[in-house]
């Protein structure tokens, strides 16, 4: 992310939100919210600053930024995006009654709900080198982050964005997580077809 003056307006470009916000009155208030946001907040301001700085951010910049997508996807009470997305999920999508259980999920539009941890990281890292480059191009010899290890992956001679840290899908079933009141009746159901199988 990185943000200054353009042509006289304030202006930040967002990876997260994919877009460039600026605050120009006549523009949407979902389109204002991440610029106030980062106006209002001097700890966001000051995790986006030391972007840049170095090739390794520490676990509070990150954690800084996580909330700070929290906040811009309106759920300022968390800090976690992966909770973030889950609730909006659940906000958009929850069934209304028994007759319209997909209802919900027909109309889902997915950019509603801000990127997993997981790809969040990633995106912060490729965002990080791309600070660094600004932070030092006025140097003879600017020292540049290695892309690779920084949200893009070398594959055939080409750098290509690298969308996921850790597997995009568990190995095996038993790694997806289950909500804790559907946990204890699959626990239930499994204890109950052991003992038929005695």
């Known amino acids: 992310m990185w943000w200054g003056n353009i042509k006289g307006k304030k202006r930040f470009y967002d990876s997260d939100l994919e877009q460039v916000v600026t605050t120009q009155p006549h523009l949407p208030k979902a389109k204002l919210t991440p610029f106030k946001s980062l106006e209002k907040s001097k700890k966001f301001q000051e995790a986006f ?22 906040e811009i996807y309106g759920k300022r009470k968390l800090s976690s995006v992966n909770k973030a997305r889950f609730e909006i999920f659940l906000d958009c999508c929850k069934p209304k009654s028994n007759q319209s259980i997909f209802g919900g999920i027909k109309n889902f539009e997915a950019s509603r709900i801000p990127s997993c941890k997981d790809t969040l990281i990633c995106k ?12 030092f191009a006025f140097n003879e ?58």
């Open 49 to 70: 600053s030391r972007m840049g700085e170095s090739e390794t951010l520490s676990h509070k910049t990150i954690e800084d930024i996580e909330e700070y997508v929290c």
């Open 124 to 135: 912060i890292r490729r965002e990080n080198q791309i600070a660094a480059i600004w932070k």
């Open 141 to 198: 010899k600017p020292n540049f982050f290695n892309p690779e290890g920084n949200g893009w992956v070398k594959e055939d001679g080409e750098y290509k964005i690298k969308w996921f840290q850790s597997e995009q899908f568990p190995q095996n079933l038993n790694e997806v997580p289950v909500a804790a009141d559907d946990s204890s009746e699959v626990e239930s159901e499994d204890a109950h077809s052991n003992d038929d199988d005695e």
